[in-house]
T-cell receptor, first 109, second 111 residues
């Protein structure tokens, strides 16, 4: 069965600093991968999805970018964080249905 | 109007009670439906898929009404461990590839 790893688990960053969150997947090949954000008291918002290496689709205009340098690696980045980037970031992959990683809790101060 | 709407709750019920959650979706082309469970500060986990004929998994029963664009989840004999947020999820594509999540309904089961 697939396993999704995310790190770091928690992160506190100042406004204007860069960001890199990593997601890796084990137990499946060529998965569809997703980045979601869940802001406090709000639903999951799909940020990016990828159907293969180097293929990224953005769902909403924003301060973030994503990359997929390897089949089972998905990275979420920002050059300069905003306060509104705070939230719970979840990586997911599809194997019959969507499975989520443990998430990264980001606080921008 | 949100694509997937849920009553945020909280629903506070005693152990052993039966509780039902409802969800409505706006896109009549939606093809796949799911309930996810999310514990506090954790990732969502699939609870069950929802089929047109309705389906049951132990104490949990899910129903779909396509005509009314309405999904329900019934939990019988509630346990303390059922306390969580329940997310209603729909897909337009017939697969799990593009999911739209409701904001969730919070359930608190008490002694």
């Amino acid at each position: 069965s697939q396993t999704i790893h995310q790190w770091p688990a928690t992160l506190v960053q100042p406004v204007g600093s860069p960001l890199s969150l990593e997601c890796t997947v084990e137990g499946t090949s060529n998965p569809n991968l997703y980045w979601y954000r869940q802001a406090a008291g709000r639903g999951l918002q799909l940020l990016f999805y990828s159907v293969g290496i180097g293929q990224i689709s953005s769902e909403v205009p924003q301060n973030l970018s994503a990359s997929r340098p390897q089949d089972r690696q998905f990275i979420l980045s920002s050059k300069k964080l905003l306060l509104s980037d705070s939230g719970f970031y979840l990586c997911a992959c599809v194997v019959h249905t969507q499975y989520f990683g443990p998430g990264t809790r980001l606080t921008v101060l | 109007r949100k694509e997937v709407e849920q009553d945020p709750g909280p629903f506070n019920v005693p152990e052993g009670a039966t509780v039902a959650f409802n969800c409505t979706y706006s896109n009549s082309a939606s093809q796949s439906f799911f309930w996810y469970r999310q514990d506090c500060r954790k990732e969502p986990k699939l609870l069950m898929s929802v089929y047109s004929s309705g389906n049951e998994d132990g104490r949990f029963t899910a129903q779909l009404n396509r005509a009314s664009q309405y999904i329900s989840l019934l939990i019988r004999d509630s346990k303390l461990s059922d306390s969580a947020t329940y997310l209603c999820v729909v897909s337009h594509t017939g697969t799990a590839s593009k999911l739209t999540f409701g904001t969730g309904t919070r359930l608190q089961v008490t002694l």
